[in-house]
T-cell receptor, first 116, second 111 residues
Framework: DADVTQTPRNRITKTGKRIMLECSQTKGHDRMYWYRQDPGLGLRLIYYSFDVKDINKGEISDGYSVSRQAQAKFSLSLESAIPNQTALYFC???????????????FGPGTRLTVL | RKEVEQDPGPFNVPEGATVAFNCTYSNSASQSFFWYRQDCRKEPKLLMSVYSSGNEDGRFTAQLNRASQYISLLIRDSKLSDSATYLCVVNPWTGGFKTIFGAGTRLFVKA
């Protein structure tokens, strides 16, 4: 089984709809992240969480919200989806316990979201 | 200027060729560096960390040049399976989280 899973894998929705993307991990990592990827722009950080009680905005948090329900679960919501939120969304985890040089991020398989 | 810049490519090389990618970063305080590989429509995966002394993993060699603020990835004896996008990743570690991903360099290895 994959260590980081995302649901759904693909979603097509309409403008104005509320959407939730879910992420679960079995790696036991405290840190979790949500990114979006657009062609030519690379990965951009939406939100990150260093533990259950810690939520932080990334560089493009407007229009998104998150919830860290447990150490293993981190969900991303689009309260009112708009077409420019069409993108590939990745959840990731990391473990900083051995220092920054080992802060490898482990990504889920991604959710392809299309907002019409 | 972008914080992390990469040549987007694509690089088209024949099997067996040696290819090198560079990545420049703007924050001189950056402390950790990585190369990730991303296959088409798949998630990024760590290829290798980049250490100050340079490091090698089989056909892959990564180098860090702090004075010029760039990292490099050298792939020797290219295989068809090396075709992917290579992402440069930099982490400044200056008060708060800020891992920055480059937009990636696409590599196509041809038979």
């Amino acid at each position: 089984d994959a260590d980081v899973t995302q649901t759904p894998r693909n979603r097509i929705t309409k403008t104005g709809k509320r959407i939730m993307l879910e992420c679960s991990q079995t790696k036991g990592h405290d840190r979790m992240y949500w990114y979006r990827q657009d062609p030519g722009l690379g990965l951009r950080l939406i939100y990150y969480s260093f533990d259950v009680k810690d939520i932080n905005k990334g560089e493009i948090s407007d229009g998104y919200s998150v919830s860290r329900q447990a150490q293993a679960k981190f969900s991303l919501s689009l309260e009112s989806a708009i077409p420019n939120q069409t993108a590939l969304y990745f959840c990731a985890t990391s473990d900083l316990s051995r220092g920054p040089s080992t802060d490898t991020q482990y990504f889920g398989p991604g959710t392809r979201l299309t907002v019409l | 200027r972008k914080e992390v810049e990469q040549d987007p490519g694509p690089f088209n090389v024949p099997e067996g060729a040696t290819v090198a990618f560079n990545c420049t970063y703007s924050n001189s305080a950056s402390q950790s560096f990585f190369w990730y590989r991303q296959d088409c429509r798949k998630e990024p995966k760590l290829l290798m960390s980049v250490y100050s002394s340079g490091n090698e993993d089989g056909r892959f060699t990564a180098q860090l040049n702090r004075a010029s603020q760039y990292i490099s990835l050298l792939i020797r004896d290219s295989k068809l399976s090396d075709s992917a996008t290579y992402l440069c990743v930099v982490n400044p570690w200056t008060g708060g989280f800020k891992t920055i991903f480059g937009a990636g360099t696409r590599l196509f290895v041809k038979a």
